[in-house]
Structure formats: structure tokens, C-alpha cells
T-cell receptor, first 113, second 112 residues
Framework: DTEVTQTPKHLVMGMTNKKSLKCEQH?????MYWYKQKAKKPPELMFV???????INESVPSRFSPECPNSSLLNLHLHALQPEDSALYLC????????????FGPGTRLTVL | AQSVTQLGSHVSVSEGALVLLRCNYS??????LFWYVQYPNQGLQLLLK??????LVKGINGFEAEFKKSETSFHLTKPSAHMSDAAEYFC??????????FGQGTRLTINP
């Protein structure tokens, strides 16, 4: 299994809602990533988890809260988002932080009204 | 800090023509280099990677790239474009535990 899955595929939420994005991989990878991608731009790194511990937080606002319940799962909890947070959210995984090949999921298209 | 420059935000070629997408990196030590492809409303798919084993790297879908240290380049080529190659292409660089750094992307359009 060389796949990273993400749910939901699409999400529409209001600025007062609380929602979560989910990412799963069964490749035995120990590093997992969240990226944000705006239209016509490259992905921007948000968070890195290594061996289930938060390794990198790229100064992301606290309205985004990551969680890594186990080595296969990565969540991104969303609360009080702004319309400018609308974007494609991509999850990725790699063997570890040093192993350089990252596998990406299909993404969640988030729209904040 | 590492950086990647992709020359040309938009490249247009005819079906059957050569595809050449340019990527230059800046790094004091040769890093690992990657080309990813992104089709509309999808995630990124790895096309190929350079990890210092061989300078000419073959990837999926008929793409290949050549690492040239003297030119700090890692250009992506395909001998004959197909309509299905229309997509956004990202060059990326990484060293060790440093984050994956992407270029700005090149949108490839194929004309029938």
C-alpha cells in the first residue's frame, strides 16, 4: 500500500464552526506533514510530525491544531477560521524526516464562508 | 538556505513535441532533487528523484531529468508530449531534515 488517504475531499465551513481533516497512511512512515496550497502556488509547509511528536510548526495560527494519535494517523483540527484560510490542504508522509521522498495525499478542498 | 527556481511559469507545446521544463537550485552541497506533477484538483505525484546515484534519472510517464552540478540544474524532459501531460509541475529540493522547498511551478499546456 503506497497511498496516503485524506478525508473529507471537500469541506465547507463557517467561521464559527469546528471541523477536522483526517489523513492516514499504512506505509510504516514515521514522518507526516500538513501543507496548505493556494491556487496557482506551490504547497506551503504547516506542520511536521516525526515519530508522533510535533517536530516543526511553521508559525501557523493557533486556529489550526494538529494531532497525531498514532503513527498512521494525522489530524488537523480547525476552529474559527477566516475566509483567507480557504485552500487545498495536503497531507504527506515519508519514511522519516531525513528520508527525502514524500508521498502526498489527494488533499481536502476547504472553503471558509 | 536552499532555493529552487523554475524558469517559465507557463510552457506550451504541441502534442508530439519535446517537453523541456527548467529547474535550477542553489545549494552549496548537491541536495536531493525531485519533480512532482499535480493534475487539477489533485495532490502531488512524484515523477522522479535525484539522490546522487545517477545523473540521468528516469521517471514515470516517460519523463526523465538530468542533474548537472556545473550548471546547478535539474531540467525535466519528455521526448514526445501527450495531451494527458497537461498539468502543473513542481521542482523541489531537500537536504537532510530541512524542509522540502518547492519552486513556483510551471503550468504545462499541450496543444492538439
Amino acid at each position: 500500500d503506497t497511498e496516503v488517504t485524506q478525508t473529507p475531499k471537500h469541506l465547507v465551513m463557517g467561521m464559527t464552526n469546528k471541523k477536522s481533516l483526517k489523513c492516514e497512511q499504512h506505509m510504516g512512515h514515521r514522518a507526516m506533514y500538513w501543507y496548505k496550497q493556494k491556487a496557482k502556488k506551490p504547497p506551503e509547509l504547516m506542520f511536521v510530525y516525526s515519530y508522533e511528536k510535533l517536530s516543526i510548526n511553521e508559525s501557523v495560527p493557533s486556529r489550526f491544531s494538529p494531532e497525531c494519535p498514532n503513527s498512521s494517523l494525522l489530524n488537523l483540527h480547525l476552529h474559527a477560521l477566516q475566509p483567507e484560510d480557504s485552500a487545498l490542504y495536503l497531507c504527506a508522509s515519508s519514511q522519516d524526516e531525513y528520508y527525502n521522498e514524500q508521498f502526498f495525499g489527494p488533499g481536502t478542498r476547504l472553503t471558509v464562508l | 538556505a536552499q532555493s529552487v527556481t523554475q524558469l517559465g511559469s507557463h510552457v506550451s507545446v504541441s502534442e508530439g513535441a519535446l517537453v523541456l521544463l527548467r529547474c535550477n537550485y542553489s545549494s552549496s552541497v548537491p541536495p536531493y532533487l525531485f519533480w512532482y506533477v499535480q493534475y487539477p484538483n489533485q495532490g502531488l505525484q512524484l515523477l522522479l528523484k535525484y539522490t546522487s546515484a545517477a545523473t540521468l534519472v528516469k521517471g514515470i510517464n516517460g519523463f526523465e531529468a538530468e542533474f548537472k552540478k556545473s550548471e546547478t540544474s535539474f531540467h525535466l524532459t519528455k521526448p514526445s508530449a501527450h495531451m494527458s501531460d497537461a498539468a502543473e509541475y513542481f521542482c523541489a529540493v531537500k537536504k537532510g531534515a530541512q524542509k522540502l522547498v518547492f519552486g513556483q511551478g510551471t503550468r504545462l499546456t499541450i496543444n492538439p
